[in-house]
């Protein structure tokens, strides 16, 4: 495993130290259980930073945004001055979820039942009758229950622990390797949300190795070189992972090294013949760094000069417990988030989005992981189910396994896991989440593992 002292402007490198991992069974009861779904969500879910919303969304004071996380529904409010503050999305009267839409604009959040209106800031601005209350005019001292909330890379990140650290805490190693990317920048160009008949877990587990690459996606080898041995894999003692891959040459896996559609149409996009390299296609990816740094700031993509020359043709795939998980190239952003459903075990809802950088002068249509999508376009957010409609070759192909090992964890012939190394990330996963429902995390012990985490 790569261990880098210092990055490429002779800063401190992120730690990507590897913890050591345990002897760790992983058992089809996890992902079925509903008393493990339960403290799951009671000990794990409610203690954890998780990427819930995007700043360009609600630019305006008023705009509010809402997400769900199982049996929870957060709201994301921008204030007057420009923070955003997230609250649980109930009323305080008695309870009635305040808004069911996805997003909107408001002077006040009125609820539907009684009409109480809360502001922005989530204090109560109007009760009916406000005199008929025994303990005193509700109004003024009544507020939205609000959550922890912070915002990184563009996003919105809240935690429904009042006790919890700081974010860029919580994201150790990433939140400088992030901070590379204009993410903040990125444009959204694809926003899929499918309901999957799956535990979260399962697709979690699944962006947590790419021992799968070959079997289920074997035309990734057109250009990304998917063998274990030449992939970078590594882990964090906050619990999150990283593994880069070359890209820019035909995978050792691929027969002939013949070049391919895709490869050669970015070839001359950056004005190299695929011809001037039969016979050393592995000198590809050096050529396309020396080009994209060459030609990349006088065509707009500036932001070219803060990344490092493998960061211009690799693949950066980074899994940010407990659910989130992201391949960043030099141009894209590939938003992959699995969240719980309210109270079922075996179903989840599976984010399938895509961000591009908005280089100035460029016009040609943006790649994004479902095909080309015109340069500016605005890209509704649409909310199918498993089946539906395809959410681009990739996704399916991954959808299609975790539906199938959902079915095979329920039953009694599974005896649990059978790791290789290159899965080593998806053991340590589960770990870190036995030790949030031992309580072990999240307060303390954040750089010391527990000598026996026994698994539940
Ligand atoms: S429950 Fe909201 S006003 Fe009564
Ligand atoms: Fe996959």
Redesign the pocket.
């Known amino acids: 495993m790569s261990e880098v002292a210092e990055d490429w402007r002779g800063h401190p490198a992120p730690d990507w130290r590897r913890p050591a991992i345990g002897e760790h069974p992983i058992q089809g009861h996890r992902y079925t259980s509903r008393e493990f779904f339960e403290r799951e969500f009671e000990h794990m879910w409610t203690k954890v930073w998780l990427l819930l919303g995007r700043e360009e969304e609600m630019p305006n004071p008023g705009d509010w945004q809402r997400e769900d996380v199982g049996p929870e529904s957060i709201l994301m409010v921008r204030q007057k001055d420009g923070s955003v503050r997230a609250f649980y999305n109930v009323c305080q009267h008695r309870g009635n979820r305040l808004v069911f839409e996805e997003k909107g604009h408001v002077r006040r959040f009125v609820c539907k039942y009684h009409s109480w209106a809360f502001m922005p800031d989530g204090e109560l601005n109007f009760a009916q009758d406000a005199e008929d209350f025994p303990q005193g005019n509700p109004c003024g001292k009544v507020r939205l229950n609000e959550v922890k909330c912070e915002t990184f890379a563009g996003f919105i990140w809240v935690n429904m622990d009042p006790e919890a650290g700081p974010l860029q805490d919580y994201l150790g190693p990433i939140w400088e390797d992030w901070s590379m990317y204009p993410v903040a920048d990125m444009r959204r160009y694809l926003a899929y949300t499918v309901n999957v008949p799956c535990n979260w877990k399962v697709i979690q587990d ?2 947590n190795e ?1 021992y ?2 070959r079997s ?2 074997p035309e990734a080898a057109v250009q990304i070189e998917e063998g274990y041995k030449e992939t970078q894999f590594d882990m964090c003692d906050e619990a999150h992972g990283r593994m880069v891959m070359h890209a820019g040459y035909p995978a050792r896996s691929l027969e002939g090294n013949k070049l391919r559609a895709p490869l050669m149409a970015l070839m001359r996009e950056w004005d190299l013949d695929p011809a001037d390299f039969r016979g050393r296609e592995r000198d590809i990816r050096l050529a396309l760094q020396r080009q994209k740094r060459k030609l990349g700031p006088e065509r707009g993509f500036t932001h070219y000069d803060n990344l490092r020359d493998e960061q211009l043709t690799d693949f950066y795939h980074y899994t940010v417990f407990p659910n989130f998980a992201v391949s960043i190239t030099a141009d894209g952003f590939h938003f992959l988030r699995s969240r719980p459903h309210p109270t079922n075990p075996e179903q989840c809802v599976f984010d399938n989005w895509f961000y591009a950088t908005e280089p100035e002068g460029e016009t040609r249509p943006v790649g994004t992981p479902a095909g080309l999508v015109p340069r500016g376009a605005k890209v509704e957010h649409e909310i199918i189910d498993y089946g539906d409609k395809s959410i681009g070759l ?2 399916d ?2 959808m299609s ?1 975790t539906t199938g090992q959902q079915l095979g964890f329920r039953s009694r012939g599974y005896r649990g896991v059978y790791l290789s190394g290159q899965e080593a990330r998806i053991r340590r996963y589960h770990e870190v989440i036995d030790e949030y429902l031992q309580g072990v995390r999240p307060h303390g012990r954040l750089n010391a593992r527990p000598a026996s985490v026994r698994s539940i």
């Open positions: 699944n962006f790419s799968h690459l289920v996606h990739g996704m192909q991954d396994i």
